[in-house]
C-alpha cells in the first residue's frame, strides 16, 4: 500500500534522530520518484525517509545505509512495523557500504560522516543522466560544501530550499509555535 506523509508518531522511535514528517514530505517531492525507483538513503536514521520511499515505489527498491547498530534496529522494526518489502537495510558507512549495491536512479544523503565529497563523487558515477540526487543538511557549513560538490562533480539544476518549521503547542487556552531546526534542501540532476 502506497503510504505518503506518514505521521511522525506512527514510526517507532528511539534515541536515534528522526527526519520530521514536514521535511521528509519536501525532500521526498524533490526526489521525484516513479513507482519503479531504485532508490538509496544515506544515513538512514530510523528510516523514516527509507519506510516513505519504499512505499511509494511499489515496484522499485530502497537501501538504506545506516553505520550505527541501534539506528540499523530501528530501521528493521519499522520495516517490519510498515510491512516493507522492498527495502534493504546495510550496515556500514558511504561509500564502503555501497559498493555492491546494483543501480540506482534516486541518492539521498540524510548523513555522511564526513565523506560528502566521496559519497557526491560516487553519486555521480552510478546515476544515469537527468537521475535526482538530494541532500539534506543542518549546518550552514554542510550545506555550503554540498553545494560546491554537485557543481564540482557537473551535476545540473541545483536547487537550494531552507526550511524552517514551526509547530504549534497549547499553552492553556493559546497556541505558541515551537520552532524545529532549520534544514536545508538540496537537490540536483546528474
Known amino acids: 500500500m502506497s503510504r505518503f506523509s506518514i505521521e511522525d508518531d506512527d514510526f517507532i522511535r528511539g534515541k536515534v534522530p528522526m527526519t520530521k514528517s514536514e521535511i521528509r514530505a519536501i525532500t521526498i517531492g524533490k526526489l521525484q520518484l516513479e513507482k ?6 544515506i544515513g538512514a536514521g530510523t528510516g523514516g525517509i527509507s519506510i516513505e520511499i519504499a512505499s511509494i515505489v511499489e515496484n522499485g527498491k530502497v537501501y538504506a545505509i545506516e553505520k550505527k547498530k541501534e539506528a540499523v ?3 528493521a522494526k519499522n520495516k517490519s512495523h510498515f510491512n516493507i518489502d ?22 539521498f544523503i540524510g548523513g555522511s560522516s564526513g565523506n560528502m565529497e ?19 543538511t543542518i ?4 550545506a555550503y560544501k554540498a553545494i560546491n560538490y554537485l557543481k564540482q562533480y557537473k551535476f545540473k539544476d ?9 509547530k504549534g503547542k497549547s499553552i492553556g487556552d493559546l497556541t505558541m509555535m515551537i ?3 532549520p ?3 538540496i537537490s540536483a540532476k546528474r
Do not use: C, F, M
Not at 139 to 142: D, K, P, Y
Open 118 to 136: 566521496t559519497i557526491i563523487n560516487w553519486s555521480y558515477e552510478k546515476l544515469n543522466d537527468n537521475n535526482k540526487i538530494v541532500i539534506n
Open 139 to 142: 549546518t550552514i557549513e554542510n
Open 179 to 181: 520552532g524545529t531546526n
Open 36 to 41: 519503479d525507483s531504485k532508490a538509496i538513503d
Open 86 to 107: 522492498n527495502l534493504e537495510i546495510i550496515q556500514g558507512v558511504a561509500p564502503e557500504a555501497l559498493k555492491d549495491i546494483g543501480d540506482i536512479d534516486r541518492v
Open 158 to 166: 541545483i536547487d537550494i530550499v531552507h526550511v524552517n518549521i514551526s
Open 183 to 185: 534544514i536545508y534542501i
Open 73 to 75: 534496529d530501528l530501521i
